[in-house]
């Protein structure tokens, strides 16, 4: 009985948080059951037929947490997800809510769960999922989450309280993560990158792992990939970066369109763009290969995925193009900069920088993110949030100078009236945001009538 009426309070409570268009229901129903029942969330995970799969990591949760729904879905199998990102318990917990039937009982076959990091602990020990992937430890909201050995440790404490028979999916291009699957007491399934052609040989300064976590020796990287990731050793033989299980390789990239690589003897073709998401691909892949999918459907189904909302989201507004990217963090941010600059030619760009409670009140790293990049490359660039204009201080040192960058404009709509009036008729305009400044923007396109709102996409 307990049981049941969380269930059907926490599905009222979503009704009606979407009826009043005053959210998704994303979050709350979850927090209004287990008011109810503490533990609704564990009585709903035993009811998954085949179990659940938690995804954890600094970037590319949402993304990769899709992609794997998307392939479980095409072979046939019901998933229930947190396809919103609400990615703490309470938003795992509501999309479950989601799901249930009228008896409070879920008949759905898997759970694909998004958890935030420091939240990785109590999902594990509420879900008890068959995997569970770690992407990658960079540094991003030191006000809620401490230096990186901090957050490092308590997913390692996580994993070692996996159900005996879960595995541990983990991405050995991370120093970080690789010290982590090296202390657990069953080996993980690896993945990485290994294709030196899309790798750089130095680390970019704002690189958060350079030493190691053996001896405190300066790793010596032969390859980076994105961030600290890449192909890294310990000088003194300490440590080194374990031998991947499944490896990418030849990997091509187009921009923002599509990414294509090689992986297990089939070519993996996404519509995403961006060396980022090779590993949010490749850790998909992993996933589906640990739980016994085919290669080549794999391969096929990946062909025909679409992005979530506001990763790399792509919409018309008055014979514009959109390209929607959240960039939350200095790794993050540099990665899209890189992609849209160097690969796809982007001229035009809305920046968006919130300083809330889901970005981080701490906002200093932007001075990490290398803004000089688009000098001399970028025809308008609009500051907006409501840090628009310690954003503006930061271009200005960048060396982005009017007409380049357009006054600070905190407003969301005016920022993008500011956007779309420099942006040609026919081209690309890049809105590269944090989390809830991505949020304000969304909703003034979803009022504008240019984008659907995010609990429909």
């Given at each position: 009985m307990r049981r049941t009426a969380a269930v059907w309070a926490g599905k009222a409570t979503g009704a009606l948080a979407r009826i009043s268009r005053l959210g998704g229901g994303t979050t709350l129903p979850g927090d209004v059951a287990r008011a109810i029942d503490p533990d609704v969330l564990r009585k709903m995970s035993r009811d998954l037929?085949?179990?659940?799969?938690?995804?954890?990591?600094?970037?590319?949760?949402?993304?990769?947490?899709?992609l794997i729904s998307w392939l479980l879905e095409g072979a046939g199998h019901s998933v229930v997800s947190n396809r919103a990102g609400a990615n703490l318990i309470f938003g795992a917990t509501a999309a479950a809510l989601e799901k249930a039937g009228a008896n409070g009982k879920l008949k759905v076959d898997w759970g694909v769960f998004e958890i935030d990091e420091a939240s990785l602990e109590r999902a594990v020990d509420e879900i008890q999922p068959r995997a569970a992937i770690v992407l990658n430890l960079f540094r991003d909201q030191l006000d809620r989450y401490g230096e990186l050995e901090t957050i490092a440790k308590r997913i390692e404490a996580a994993l070692k309280r996996l159900p005996a028979d879960s595995r541990a999916v983990l991405n050995a291009d991370d120093p970080r993560v690789a010290e982590i699957g090296l202390n657990l007491d069953r080996p993980p399934l690896w993945f990485g990158l290994d294709d030196t052609s899309v790798a750089t040989r130095e680390l970019p300064h704002a690189a958060d792992a350079r030493t190691c976590p053996r001896c405190g020796a300066s790793l010596v990287f032969?390859?980076?990939y994105v961030g600290h990731d890449g192909v890294y050793r310990c000088p003194n033989g300490d440590f080194a970066r374990?031998?991947?299980?499944?490896?990418?390789?030849?990997?091509?990239?187009?921009?923002?369109?599509?990414?294509?690589?090689?992986?297990?003897?089939?070519?993996?073709?996404?519509?995403?763009?961006?060396?980022?998401?090779?590993?949010?691909a490749l850790a998909a892949f992993a996933a589906?290969?640990?739980?016994?999918?085919?290669?080549a459907f794999i391969a096929e189904r990946l062909r025909t995925f679409r992005a979530a909302f506001g990763r790399q989201e792509r919409l018309e507004a008055q014979g514009r193009r959109l390209n929607l990217v959240l960039s939350k963090n200095p790794a993050g941010f540099n990665e899209t900069?890189?992609?849209?600059?160097?690969?796809?030619?982007?001229?035009?760009?809305?920046?968006?920088?919130?300083?809330r409670r889901a970005d981080g009140t701490d906002v200093s790293w932007i001075w990490d993110v290398d803004f000089e990049r688009l000098r001399g490359r970028a025809q308008v660039v609009?500051?907006?949030?409501?840090?628009?204009?310690?954003?503006?201080?930061?271009?200005?040192?960048?060396?982005l100078t009017a007409p380049i960058a357009t006054p600070p404009e905190p407003d969301p709509a005016l920022a993008l009236d500011a956007l779309i009036r420099a942006t040609p008729e026919g081209e690309t305009?890049?809105?590269?945001?944090?989390?809830?400044?991505?949020?304000?923007?969304?909703?003034?396109?979803?009022?504008?009538?240019?984008a659907k709102p995010y609990w429909e996409t």
């Amino acid at each position: 009985m307990r049981r049941t009426a969380a269930v059907w309070a926490g599905k009222a409570t979503g009704a009606l948080a979407r009826i009043s268009r005053l959210g998704g229901g994303t979050t709350l129903p979850g927090d209004v059951a287990r008011a109810i029942d503490p533990d609704v969330l564990r009585k709903m995970s035993r009811d998954l037929k085949h179990g659940a799969i938690v995804i954890t990591g600094t970037n590319g949760k949402t993304t990769t947490a899709r992609l794997i729904s998307w392939l479980l879905e095409g072979a046939g199998h019901s998933v229930v997800s947190n396809r919103a990102g609400a990615n703490l318990i309470f938003g795992a917990t509501a999309a479950a809510l989601e799901k249930a039937g009228a008896n409070g009982k879920l008949k759905v076959d898997w759970g694909v769960f998004e958890i935030d990091e420091a939240s990785l602990e109590r999902a594990v020990d509420e879900i008890q999922p068959r995997a569970a992937i770690v992407l990658n430890l960079f540094r991003d909201q030191l006000d809620r989450y401490g230096e990186l050995e901090t957050i490092a440790k308590r997913i390692e404490a996580a994993l070692k309280r996996l159900p005996a028979d879960s595995r541990a999916v983990l991405n050995a291009d991370d120093p970080r993560v690789a010290e982590i699957g090296l202390n657990l007491d069953r080996p993980p399934l690896w993945f990485g990158l290994d294709d030196t052609s899309v790798a750089t040989r130095e680390l970019p300064h704002a690189a958060d792992a350079r030493t190691c976590p053996r001896c405190g020796a300066s790793l010596v990287f032969d390859a980076v990939y994105v961030g600290h990731d890449g192909v890294y050793r310990c000088p003194n033989g300490d440590f080194a970066r374990p031998v991947p299980d499944l490896a990418a390789t030849h990997i091509d990239l187009n921009g923002f369109e599509s990414l294509a690589m090689g992986v297990s003897g089939v070519r993996i073709e996404l519509p995403l763009g961006g060396l980022y998401n090779c590993y949010n691909a490749l850790a998909a892949f992993a996933a589906g290969d640990a739980l016994g999918l085919d290669p080549a459907f794999i391969a096929e189904r990946l062909r025909t995925f679409r992005a979530a909302f506001g990763r790399q989201e792509r919409l018309e507004a008055q014979g514009r193009r959109l390209n929607l990217v959240l960039s939350k963090n200095p790794a993050g941010f540099n990665e899209t900069l890189r992609t849209a600059v160097d690969l796809a030619g982007g001229r035009n760009f809305l920046i968006g920088l919130n300083d809330r409670r889901a970005d981080g009140t701490d906002v200093s790293w932007i001075w990490d993110v290398d803004f000089e990049r688009l000098r001399g490359r970028a025809q308008v660039v609009v500051p907006a949030g409501n840090r628009a204009d310690d954003l503006a201080v930061r271009l200005k040192y960048a060396g982005l100078t009017a007409p380049i960058a357009t006054p600070p404009e905190p407003d969301p709509a005016l920022a993008l009236d500011a956007l779309i009036r420099a942006t040609p008729e026919g081209e690309t305009a890049h809105v590269l945001c944090t989390y809830t400044a991505m949020l304000d923007l969304r909703a003034e396109l979803v009022r504008r009538g240019w984008a659907k709102p995010y609990w429909e996409t």
